[in-house]
Structures are given as structure tokens and as C-alpha cells.
């Protein structure tokens, strides 16, 4: 099992920047990739950015440019750098992680972004 906290969140202006982490725990032995989703309301549950093991990453065409996601292996932990923040990006904000050699991926409770015009 794996647990994730995100932090970081908050209200910030349009043109702003945050950064958003998220710490893995639990029993595993490693982990396979991290990601940061996002969901506005009324609207589907999208990827924002992804990271896998070895530091290949890949992201929304909405966020390239702008976001950069980096992990810490020996912290088990991921971060999202947010620069140029656009209204459009407020939404609550969800790690999301998988280990090696099992379908199951878990969850973190979310962290709320709300970027201001």
C-alpha cells in the first residue's frame, strides 16, 4: 500500500507560481512513476504531468512551458513547480503514483489551487 500527502496548495494571482509536493509512504519496495492530475469543477478528472523512475516525464499541452514536475527518489517524493499561473489551472489538484509489476495505483486526497484574475 501506498500513502500520499499533497501539500502546497493556496489562492495566488494570475502570474504567480506555487509548489506543489507530494510524499509517498507505506510498504514498497519503489516507485514505478508519480503524477499530478487535476479536476475543475464540473469537469473530468485530467493529467497535468507525469514522472516516471528514471526521470522521463511528460505533460498536458495546456501546462508545457509553464509546470515542471520533478521527484525525489530517496524522499519518495514529487513536486510540481507551477509558474505563470492562468485562472484556467484553478482546480483541486491529486497525486497519483504506481509501483512496479501491479496494475493498482493510489491516490492522494488533493490539495486545492485557485489562481486569481
Same mark, same amino acid.
Given at each position: 500500500?501506498?500513502?500520499?500527502?499533497?501539500?502546497?496548495?493556496?489562492?495566488?494571482?494570475?502570474?504567480?507560481? +506555487?509548489?506543489?509536493?507530494?510524499?509517498? =509512504?507505506?510498504?514498497?519496495?519503489?516507485?514505478?512513476?508519480?503524477?499530478?492530475?487535476?479536476?475543475?469543477?464540473?469537469?473530468?478528472? !485530467? +493529467?497535468?504531468?507525469?514522472?516516471?523512475?528514471?526521470?522521463?516525464?511528460?505533460?498536458?499541452?495546456?501546462?508545457?512551458?509553464?509546470?515542471?514536475?520533478?521527484?525525489?527518489?530517496?524522499?519518495?517524493?514529487?513536486?510540481?513547480?507551477?509558474?505563470?499561473?492562468?485562472? !484556467?489551472?484553478?482546480?483541486?489538484?491529486?497525486?497519483?503514483?504506481?509501483?512496479?509489476?501491479?496494475?493498482?495505483?493510489?491516490?492522494?486526497?488533493?490539495?486545492?489551487?485557485?489562481? =486569481?484574475?
Amino acid at each position: 500500500q501506498v500513502q500520499l500527502v499533497e501539500s502546497g496548495g493556496g489562492l495566488v494571482q494570475a502570474g504567480g507560481s +506555487l509548489r506543489l509536493a507530494c510524499a509517498a =509512504s507505506g510498504s514498497f519496495f519503489s516507485i514505478n512513476y508519480m503524477a499530478w492530475y487535476r479536476q475543475a469543477p464540473g469537469k473530468q478528472r !485530467e +493529467l497535468v504531468a507525469f514522472i516516471n523512475e528514471g526521470g522521463t516525464t511528460n505533460y498536458a499541452d495546456s501546462v508545457k512551458g509553464r509546470f515542471t514536475i520533478s521527484r525525489d527518489n530517496a524522499k519518495n517524493t514529487a513536486y510540481l513547480q507551477m509558474h505563470s499561473l492562468k485562472p !484556467e489551472d484553478t482546480a483541486v489538484y491529486y497525486c497519483n503514483a504506481g509501483l512496479y509489476r501491479t496494475p493498482h495505483n493510489f491516490w492522494g486526497q488533493g490539495t486545492q489551487v485557485t489562481v =486569481s484574475s
